[in-house]
């Protein structure tokens, strides 16, 4: 191989891939406007000239809302949640339609249990107001009827001493001690009642609020597993995330997952990958031409936003790693543009200039990439910079002027494909 040239198979397979892919997508490209080479080639572009390319990275991506209302699993204490029913991608819904309907079997199979339980609690709590009520009664006649024989104790052991004889006055004295002890035992009791009276009743209460909030839980939780859409919208369904696809009825997902949203419109922006090999080809504020496949023919134009600072796996089941990339168009459409729908991308760079030939020169066996004269010879060159239709080259021969030759057309094999 010669020095400069493409040192590693790796390196030198996706520099044919970018170059062939570009060609294969070259008619998409004519479609949308694509780019010419700066200048240089000829007519039949069968001639080493100097001239410039405008380097473009092809990407394909789809639009997504920046802003948009999520429908999220609800947590109803289900796990895992199962999605009965969910709207299609793209439907339309007014304000308060459902969009996403949970299985609630378990929920209402268990609504007349809990009916039953709060009842019970209803008549446990009654219940026991009435027993109460019936001891306190029974309590608080006893502790009367112990002040009036205190108080009729009290008035006769009153009587002046030297009216009774001694025996008597004592006898009157020791009834009054004996009804002020009957007296505090009856309060005591009355106190006693009260206490365990509050207590037993404050038991049912708690007993009745906890029957009563389960029923209204369950209630609620019915109620929530039906999402509806707050506001008039198109519907987005979600990727479900243990299936690598939108959600679909029969699924199975778990609270605080999203499952639908209602994107606004008026934020659709474009979401690529840049494959981790292409690392450092796209830069924030780079130029693009884009066309949705939706409507073949319209270009849009736009920027790049951003690219991401890492590469992310594209899925549980793919090994293939990108960089998010995000872009910018002008003239979104939201009357008929929606979320999903894919996109080509043009990344355009700044012009290079070299010595320019075309594509069908080019062919490449092994390793090595070569150009083929028009007498036949064939020429290891350096692949540099490339645009739709023409490559920039470097060789240690003097190639400026030369006539080409078309070359084999490459497969798939050389592609890797």
């Known amino acids: 191989m010669q020095p400069g040239v493409l040192g590693t198979g790796r390196w030198l397979g996706l520099a044919v891939f970018l170059l062939v892919g570009a060609l294969l997508w070259g008619c998409a490209g004519e479609a949308a406007g694509g780019s010419e080479p700066v200048g240089g080639l000829d007519a039949d572009g069968l001639l080493v000239v100097r001239g410039q390319v405008q380097p473009v990275v092809l990407l394909t991506g789809r639009l997504v809302a920046e802003d948009a209302v999520r429908l999220t699993a609800p ?13 299609e991608e793209g439907d339309e819904v007014a304000e308060g339609e459902t969009v996403v309907e949970f299985d609630n079997s378990q929920l ?53 001493r030297e009216l009774t004889s001694e025996q008597e006055w004592a006898r009157l004295q020791l009834e009054l001690e004996k009804a002020a002890m009957k007296k505090e035992k009856s309060e005591k009791a009355m106190a006693a009642i009260e206490a365990s009276s509050k207590a037993s009743i404050d ?40 299936e690598d696809r939108p959600f679909r009825s029969g699924d199975t997902t778990f609270p605080g997952l999203t499952v639908a949203s209602l994107p606004d419109l008026d934020s659709l922006y474009v979401e690529a990958s840049l494959f981790d090999v ?31 600072g890492f590469a992310q796996q594209e899925g549980r089941r793919s090994s293939r790693r990108s960089f998010q990339v995000q872009v910018d168009l002008e003239g979104i459409d939201p009357s008929r543009m929606r979320p999903g729908m894919s996109v080509k991308l043009e990344v355009l760079s700044d012009p290079a200039e070299g010595l320019l030939v075309s594509r069908r020169a080019l062919s490449i066996e092994g390793d090595d990439i070569y150009l083929r004269l028009a007498n036949g010879e064939r020429v290891s060159v350096t692949l540099g910079a490339c645009d739709r239709l023409g490559c920039l080259v470097e060789s240690e021969q003097q190639l400026e002027g030369q006539e080409l030759a078309p070359a084999v057309p490459l497969s798939s094999e050389d592609l890797g494909t």
Request: neutral net charge; proline residues 4%.
């Open 203 to 242: 038991v049912e209460k708690l007993a009745l609020q906890k029957a009563e909030m389960a029923l209204a839980r369950a209630e609620r939780g019915v109620a929530v597993l039906n999402l509806t859409a707050p506001r008039t919208g198109v519907v987005q369904v979600a990727e479900n995330p243990q």
């Open 108 to 160: 209402t199979s268990n609504l007349e249990a809990l009916r039953s339980q709060m009842v019970s609690a209803a008549n446990a709590l009654s219940q026991a107001g009435a027993s109460t009520s019936s001891q306190r009664a029974q309590a608080f006649f006893e502790l009367e009827q112990s002040k009036a024989d205190w108080e009729k104790a009290r008035l006769a052991a009153e009587l002046p």
């Open 278 to 308: 292409d690392d450092g080809r796209v830069q924030p504020g780079a130029a693009v031409r884009a066309s949705l496949d939706a409507f073949p023919g319209e270009i849009l134009h736009g920027e790049v936003r951003a690219v991401a």
């Open 75 to 87: 947590n109803v204490n289900i796990w895992p949640m199962t999605v009965r029913w969910i709207a």
